[in-house]
């Protein structure tokens, strides 16, 4: 009896011991980086983003292979952050959160895209605003370092701005733009005929009311109907073409301080008067000197950075365990 027992306890083990150090190898090493690793967890979940394009789109019928060359791409990639963060390390170099999500919200400003708006078109590209923060880091960080490392080799001469800017002079014309103060009154959809020429009667009236000596502001105020009634019709500066057809060639037609006649666009009725304008042409040289000598010295930088990487990589020891 108990012979049957101690055979019953070392077939259990000889079951239940391989299951569970199965069940406990979840990840893997699948590369070295010096004294870090990179795991196939944290592979997969940078890839990730790729397979759903890949997933989505992708209807060759080598599909193994374009997932497994992505892989190795990626993996690639990976390593080359390692490196340049165990770099940035050394020579102190730490970009912060804060940093990371004002250059974000400073790039996406320029364009006038809200933050959220941006995060469902990254959703909707199957990636997410976690993982572009986490790039717009690296590139920052990766940035920051080749500053330091390749500054004598970047330098920008005032002749090299010069040659740029002779090439590229069409890229620095200025928009013509208008400060224009406005009064609207609405067109009411399917609007009678009646209804138009009292509408526009009432423009009249108001302009003529203006003309007489009457404060634009007070009668924006009073019977405006555009978003900007309430700051006296200012609308601000608007570049040539952004405005409505009609208002808009009007508008670059009249002089400082003139008061237009009334304005029939589809929307309705409108009187406008210019406060101030930006005119066209060429910004020159010095004006755009900074803006130019950045430019080229990233453009030298991303050259110059894929001879430092491999170098880095050469002094660096890197196993590859995919």
Do not use: C
Not at 219 to 246: C, I, N, R, Y
Not at 309 to 316: E, F, G, P
């Amino acid at each position: 009896m108990q012979r049957r027992k101690l055979l019953f306890l070392v077939f259990l083990l000889g079951v239940l011991v391989p299951a569970a150090a199965m069940s406990e190898v979840v990840d893997r090493i699948v590369a070295v980086v010096n004294d870090d690793i990179i795991t196939l967890s944290e592979l997969d979940r940078s890839f990730q983003p790729y397979q759903k394009r890949i997933d989505a789109g992708y209807k060759g019928p080598d599909k193994d292979k374009v997932i497994a060359d992505g892989h190795s791409k990626i993996l690639s990639r990976m390593i080359d952050n390692r490196l340049i963060e165990q770099r940035s390390k050394k020579a102190g170099i730490v970009i912060k959160d804060d940093e990371v999500m004002d250059t974000i919200k400073d790039l996406l400003g320029r364009k006038s895209i809200p933050v959220a708006e941006f995060t469902i078109t990254l959703e909707q590209e199957g990636t997410t605003f976690e993982a572009y923060r986490q790039d717009m880091k690296e590139q920052m960080t990766r940035m920051r370092l080749l500053r330091r490392e390749l500054k004598t080799k970047t330098l920008v001469s005032d002749e090299e701005i010069g040659e740029y800017y002779v090439k590229h002079r069409q890229e620095y014309e200025g928009k013509e733009a208008v400060r224009i103060k406005q009064i609207l009154i609405l067109l009411p959809q399917n609007a009678s005929r009646a209804m138009k020429i009292k509408l526009n009667a009432d423009a009249e009236m108001i302009r003529k009311r203006m003309v007489d000596g009457e404060s634009f502001d007070m009668l924006a105020v009073q019977f405006s109907q555009g978003p900007s009634a309430a700051t006296g019709g200012d609308v601000g500066f608007l570049d040539k073409g952004t405005m409505l057809p009609e208002v808009d060639d009007r508008a670059f037609r009249l002089s400082k301080d003139e008061i237009s006649e009334v304005i029939v666009s589809p929307v309705g009725f409108h009187i406008i008067k210019v406060l101030d304008r930006r005119g066209a042409g060429i910004k020159p040289i010095d004006v755009v000197r900074e803006e130019i000598k950045a430019k080229l010295e990233e453009e030298k930088m991303e050259k110059k950075y894929e001879e430092w990487i491999v170098d880095l990589r050469k002094k660096s020891h890197i196993e590859i365990k995919l």
